[in-house]
Structures are given as structure tokens and as C-alpha cells.
């Protein structure tokens, strides 16, 4: 399987109770007997090649690659899941796996913590922002990348992982042994108040546990004041058909659909709908949707859209409109087109995959900005009668684009000079978290800033000089400085709520809650009609 079909696999809709024991699906004898035959020739070819092959090839490899073939001729989305990446997407989709408890990632080329998770074992025994994992179980994690530390440092529950810590203060670096136990893995990674009536929910992927995840988030954000929600789906390559049709449940009116699948056989055609019963959030809603918003969150956002619920800000979606059942295959499992799915409105958002390679890199305009296609296909109407369109995904009520970080910014933000920074700066408070709060953007921060950056040679004194004498410069930096504070002194969420400020898209989107509140009241209206019509003809006699 290449990276790119493995990638794709991202994008997948799966029904969480479509797990079927068997392969064979609704085939019939004579379509069985027909593929039987090949079989044998199949056998035999695979024991020539192993046979005579100029170099030793195991298998597995040429079983392997024969499928990833074999599947490649039907779809994009339709995929083989080896052992291994079976094993991780059930986990992973889960919503929990068994590790230490630390998100990592590579900063000067060091495997480093970038926070320690709430409640696990790598928070009890201490560990805290900008520490470096210099070795796992002994092997040193010079020259290892993310991906292979994360595997390291995760195992069954209960196990046991030793790690060496390089940490600013310490003369020498530090071994702990640490028992690996369950570990979440949200998909609310952020929620917050934006402002005293405004609360933000971003949605990272559909898992098991999503559901669960924003109605928390919402009753959260619903004390804390919160009359309107700016949900962002943004990059989130979706996930659970079952997840997605909760969480829309949540913000439509109940009992109305969310959407319909049609594919080959009877139980493909399914329709899905809002949960009559549970939270409903009826305040205004604005959906922050882009080029990375896929498959179940396709699903939600055009809902949410074609029933009027509320206004779609950013970036044309990226338009897959079918659906894949997962079949376990002994310890692998099939990845199957089965369908394709409906929005309320009755459109399909599915692209065009004749080139596969566009497919995946949709084309640019002469900006850098993938360009979205102009409305196109079939015409269909909301509840209240505006025109969407099928195919080429879900156009957003309101387009709006993230800007670009100047060359000086953008070798800043390679260098983790604002991370380092927070790290020196919070290394000698006692009271970290108390200390991120606190901290502003001074004239002395700016100086001491501008020093550490010449000194580490990140950018030359002449360049940090321009960025500082630029006011768009000068203002990402200091929001850039006062976030990665308070990401390592209290939490990401906190941190990313002040990112958001640099955050165009978002911006953008709280300027339409006005438009989002009244398109939902001409819609509730437009159902009036229906609601008396339908009451009506159910009295007898009248």
C-alpha cells in the first residue's frame, strides 16, 4: 500500500456497526464460482515469483501489494488494512491507547514533551513541557522520528517503559521507569468562551467517543454562558458514521435527517437522523469548514447547512461522498465502498477521483490557495429554499481564507523560537501555571526575545529587527509568545484560545452569528406549514 492510499484512509466513513464477521457479503454462487477459478492461477503465479525471483521476496509483501492492486482498480477510499494498521485504527478509534501519557513532537531535532497528559503516569511522575526523551528502553532517540518513539513508548497496559530525561536545570539527565496504563485520546481537543456568549468547539476526527465528547463540551460551555457556538471541523478528516450522527443530533431539530446512503445491496440504504431525545443546543451556529474537512464531517457540516441551522465559513470541503464498511479479515480487515451518502437536501458532494493525484492534491489558483471549484452539478434547495449544489464538496456559505506568516515568522515558527522562549522563561517559577497567566508581552519580553534569537542564530540580528519594526510581525510575535506560555505553563486549549487571535478564518466566522440566527428562524418558519398540515390530517372528524 503506498503512503498516499495509506493517508487516504483518513478520510474513511465507518459505520460503527457495520463491523461484519464475513466477507462474503450478498454475493451470489455463480459470482463466487466465477472468481474461483482464478485462484488456482493466482497460487501459481505466487509460488513462480517466490520461486524464481532474482531476489529473495517474502510473502507477504507480494500478497500484500497484489491486494492494494487489486482494490486501487475500484476507489480511492477502498483500502486493505494490514495487521498493523488495523490494530492502530481500532485503537485509535477507540478513543484510548496504552502509553505513558505525553504528546511529542521533533523540536531541533529532539524527541521532545510537549505536554504531558491529564491523569496519566507521565503527569504523576512529573514531566512537564520542553523535557527531551534522550532514550527509550535504551536505544537512543538521536536520529528517531515521531513515529517510531511513539511506538516505543506505547505497549500494553500495565507494562513498563524506561526513559532518560533531559531537563534546563538539571546537571544530569534523569531515568524514570513508567508503568504504561490507558491513555485518552479526545477529539474535543479544544473547547473554550471565545467571548461572554460565544463558546468554541473544535473536532479533530469522529471516534467512538466524540459524541460523548461535545455533549460534555456543550453543557460545559452552556454554564459557563455560552447562547451561540462556533463549531470548527476544519482539517478533520472524519471518521464514525455513528459519531457524526450524534453530534449533529445535538445542534439540529430532533428527528430530522441527517443523511441517507444508497448503494448495491438492501442494507446499504440506510437513513440517519437527529436523536429525538438528549442535549439540543438551539442557540445560533457557525461552522469553520476547509479543504481538510472530509468525510463524516462533510456529513455534519452539510446538514447543519442544508436544513438552515446555521452559516459554513472558509474553504470548499473536500468532497468525498461515499462510504466504507470495515470487515474483518482473521487479523486484518477490508476497508469497502459499500454506498454513497445523501445529504438532507439530496446531494452527493463526491469529487471527481479520475486522476488519483488530483485527487489527493486538488489544484491551486495562481495564490497558493486551492481554488475552489465553481458550483456545478445538480441543483437542490435548503429548508428554506436557497441553492446548494452536488459534487466538488460543500461550498461554505462564506468564503474566507487563512493568511500566509511572513518568511520571518515562518523561520521562527521552524526554530520553536517561541516555545524555547517559554520554556527558558517559565524554567524558575515555582508556580508555573500561575506564572503563564500572568505573564505579558513588555517591552523587556521583546528585548529578551530579540536576544535569544540572535544568540541561537534562528533568524540574523538584522532579520529580527524587521520582524519587530513590522507591526503584523511584531503582533504574531507577541501572540505567538504569550500561547506557547501558556501551552507549557498550563495547557494547549489555553494556549490555542489565544492563538486564535492570529487565526483569520475564525475571525471571520464571529462576524456572522447575526446571519446564522436569523437564517434559523426563517427555516423554523418554513416548517410551520408542514408541522400544522401534518397535526391536521391526524384528528378525525375535524
Request: net charge neutral.
Amino acid at each position: 500500500m503506498t503512503a498516499l492510499r495509506r493517508g487516504l484512509l483518513a478520510a474513511v466513513v465507518i459505520g460503527a456497526g457495520a463491523l461484519a464477521g464475513a466477507v462474503a457479503g450478498q454475493a451470489t454462487r455463480t459470482e463466487f464460482a466465477s472468481s474461483d477459478k482464478f485462484i488456482g492461477r493466482y497460487t501459481a503465479l505466487l509460488r513462480l515469483v517466490i520461486a524464481n525471483a532474482p531476489q529473495k521476496v517474502e510473502p507477504s509483501d507480494l500478497v500484500y501489494s497484489s491486494i492494494d492492486g487489486m482494490l486501487a482498480f475500484l476507489d480511492p477510499h477502498t483500502n486493505f488494512l494490514r495487521p498493523d494498521t488495523w490494530a492502530h485504527m481500532r485503537e485509535h478509534q477507540q478513543g484510548v491507547f496504552h502509553g505513558i501519557g505525553v504528546i511529542i513532537s521533533l523540536r531541533g531535532g529532539k524527541i521532545t514533551v510537549i505536554t504531558p497528559v491529564e491523569g496519566t503516569p507521565a503527569a504523576r511522575l512529573g514531566l512537564r513541557a520542553g523535557d527531551i526523551i534522550e532514550s527509550v528502553d535504551g536505544k537512543s532517540t538521536d536520529g528517531m522520528d515521531i513515529d517510531e518513539a511513539a511506538r516505543r513508548l506505547r505497549g500494553p497496559e500495565g507494562t513498563t517503559v524506561r526513559i532518560t530525561i533531559a531537563r534546563q536545570g538539571l546537571t544530569a539527565p534523569l531515568e524514570l521507569t513508567i508503568q504504561r496504563a490507558r491513555v485518552p485520546s479526545d477529539s474535543v481537543r479544544y473547547s473554550f468562551m471565545i467571548d461572554k456568549d460565544t463558546g468554541y468547539i473544535r473536532i479533530s476526527d469522529f471516534i467512538r467517543t466524540t459524541g460523548d465528547e461535545v455533549r460534555r463540551a456543550l453543557e460545559r460551555l452552556q454554564k459557563e454562558g455560552a447562547t451561540r457556538l462556533l463549531l470548527d471541523v476544519r482539517d478533520n478528516p472524519g471518521g464514525l458514521v455513528d459519531s457524526a450522527v450524534a453530534t449533529a443530533s445535538m445542534l439540529l431539530e430532533p428527528g430530522q435527517e441527517v443523511f441517507s446512503t444508497k448503494g448495491r445491496t438492501a442494507d446499504s440504504m440506510q437513513d440517519y437522523r437527529a436523536a429525538r431525545d438528549g442535549l439540543h443546543f438551539n442557540g445560533p451556529v457557525v461552522v469553520l469548514v476547509n479543504r481538510g474537512s472530509a468525510s463524516a464531517a462533510e456529513i455534519v457540516a452539510g446538514a447543519i447547512q442544508d436544513h438552515d441551522r446555521g452559516i459554513l465559513v472558509g474553504e470548499t470541503t473536500f468532497g468525498k461522498g461515499v462510504v466504507q464498511t470495515i470487515y474483518p479479515v482473521r487479523d486484518a480487515g477490508l476497508a469497502l465502498t459499500t454506498a454513497k451518502y445523501y445529504t438532507p437536501s439530496g446531494r452527493c458532494i463526491q469529487r471527481d477521483w479520475d486522476s488519483f493525484f488530483s485527487y489527493i492534491h486538488p489544484p491551486e489558483d495562481a495564490s497558493g490557495k486551492e481554488a475552489p471549484p465553481p458550483p456545478k452539478g445538480p441543483v437542490f434547495y435548503t429548508d428554506s429554499g436557497r441553492k446548494v449544489f452536488g459534487g466538488g464538496g460543500i461550498t461554505p456559505d462564506h468564503e474566507a481564507h487563512l493568511g500566509e506568516f511572513s518568511e520571518r515568522m515562518a523561520r521562527l515558527l521552524a526554530n520553536s523560537a517561541f516555545f524555547h522562549f517559554a520554556i527558558d522563561y517559565l524554567a524558575d517559577k515555582p508556580d508555573k501555571a500561575g506564572a503563564a497567566r500572568a505573564f505579558v508581552v513588555t517591552d523587556d519580553t521583546i528585548k529578551a526575545f530579540r536576544a535569544q534569537v540572535v544568540a541561537q542564530k534562528w533568524l540574523p540580528a538584522a532579520d529580527i529587527d524587521a520582524a519587530l519594526a513590522d507591526p503584523t510581525d511584531r503582533r504574531e510575535i507577541g501572540i505567538a509568545l504569550r500561547s506557547e506560555v501558556l501551552n507549557a505553563g498550563v495547557s494547549l486549549a489555553e494556549g490555542y484560545r489565544v492563538f486564535l487571535e492570529t487565526d483569520e478564518q475564525a475571525q471571520a466566522a464571529l462576524g456572522y452569528f447575526a446571519e446564522a440566527a436569523k437564517l434559523q428562524a426563517t427555516a423554523r418558519e418554513a416548517a410551520k406549514p408542514a408541522q400544522t398540515a401534518r397535526l391536521g390530517a391526524g384528528v378525525p372528524g375535524v
